[in-house]
């Protein structure tokens, strides 16, 4: 009891429990995607390199259309909760402070990216795939190999990239000094 009364404090004070990191939610949540991910994985059949080009399209349209499915109540925020995204802005924002010629350069060797983007729809066909500044890479969990971030604007973007499904979304991320 005494125990759950500390994590209970430390949350509340904005702290994190001994022996979690401070993205431990968002790390759950992400694991409890990929079991969903793995189970319309094996109903839509798994995504494998092909000579075919049609081929490989229609099963990623099919995970993408399972995962949808199995997501039909998914919103922005689901994985990116408060709690998350106030951890994500503010590594975001001490990346910014600690390295902010070297976010800046990587953000604008890219090409300029905006458009929007929506939870179960996938990254939009005319948006470049922009790279997130490694220093913001290493400082965010590390995903699995399925996952990726995206900046998209001032947005960061959870892509899930076989089926190229935007899985979440936090908005108003990177805002540059």
Do not use: W
Request: glycine share 6%; hydrophobic share 40%; charged share 25%.
């Amino acid at each position: 009891m005494k125990l759950l009364f500390v994590a209970f404090a430390l949350c509340v004070l904005g702290q994190t429990p001994p022996g979690q990191t401070p993205f431990a939610g968002f790390e759950e949540r992400v694991n409890d995607y990929m079991k969903l991910r793995k189970t319309a994985e094996s109903g839509a059949g798994r995504l494998a390199p092909t000579a075919s080009a049609k081929e490989l399209d229609a099963k990623k349209k099919a995970l993408a259309e399972k995962i949808r499915a199995a997501r039909t109540s998914a919103k922005q925020g689901n994985i990116f909760t408060a709690d998350a995204a106030r951890e994500f802005r503010r590594v975001i924002a001490q990346d910014l402070q600690h390295h902010p010629r070297s976010v800046k350069q990587s953000i604008r060797s890219g090409e300029v990216v905006e458009g929007r983007v929506q939870v179960n729809e996938s990254y939009p066909e005319h948006v470049p795939l922009e790279t997130t500044p490694p220093t913001l890479l290493t400082s965010f969990p590390p995903l699995p190999m399925e996952l990726d971030y995206r900046l998209v604007g001032s947005t960061l973007a959870l892509r899930d990239v076989g089926a190229n499904l935007i899985i979440d979304y936090l908005p108003n991320a990177l805002v540059m000094p």
